[in-house]
């Protein structure tokens, strides 16, 4: 994000978007100061920005949703005569947006993670609590078939159950 800001910021003051995009490089993170570089040899060369980013997303997969809708934002603007800085603005704050939004979705599934990791935990306690108090449940667990049958059936249903909440959970928060 900070690096397409730099961007717009070269751009609004003036800056042709080859040398706007070669200073945003200069303190962005590694990804996107390749990124970055990638705008600012095409734009130089008189590229087609949009193809040369779609080729940088396909090598860097994380960044592909942001140079997508940077190289949309870039064709658009060439074709239709809008100022670059302004649609590579609204990109911008389109984009923080969405980071926002997704800390909040995954501050708030921090309680439902949290109580799916006590019910995992709760079949173990209860079987250390059964040991304390002498009630051999391991004996029974470890030693009788319809202990093992027992072990291996919950076993299967915390690994089903964590396995589920973390589903629910991370399906909450991706996009």
Request: proline share 5%.
């Amino acid at each position: 994000m900070g690096a397409l800001g730099a961007l717009v910021a070269e751009l609004r003051v003036g800056a042709h978007p080859a040398t706007a995009a070669e200073r945003a490089a200069v303190d962005a993170e590694p990804l996107a100061a390749r990124a970055m570089s990638t705008v600012a040899n095409t734009a130089r060369l008189g590229g087609d920005v949009d193809r040369a980013l779609v080729r940088s997303a396909s090598a860097e997969p994380s960044l592909a949703g942001v140079l997508g809708q940077v190289g949309r934002a870039w064709r658009l603007a060439g074709r239709h005569g809008v100022p670059l800085a302004e649609v590579l603005d609204s990109v911008r704050r389109d984009l923080d947006q969405r980071l926002q939004f997704n800390r909040q979705v995954h501050a708030r599934m921090a309680g439902p993670r949290a109580s799916a990791a006590v019910l995992a935990v709760l079949p173990e306690l209860g079987v250390l609590l059964g040991e304390a108090i002498d009630a051999r449940p391991l004996h029974v667990l470890a030693d009788t078939a319809v202990g093992q049958i027992l072990l291996a059936a919950g076993a299967l249903l915390i690994c089903g159950g964590v396995l589920w909440s973390a589903k629910l959970t991370d399906h909450a928060v991706m996009p």
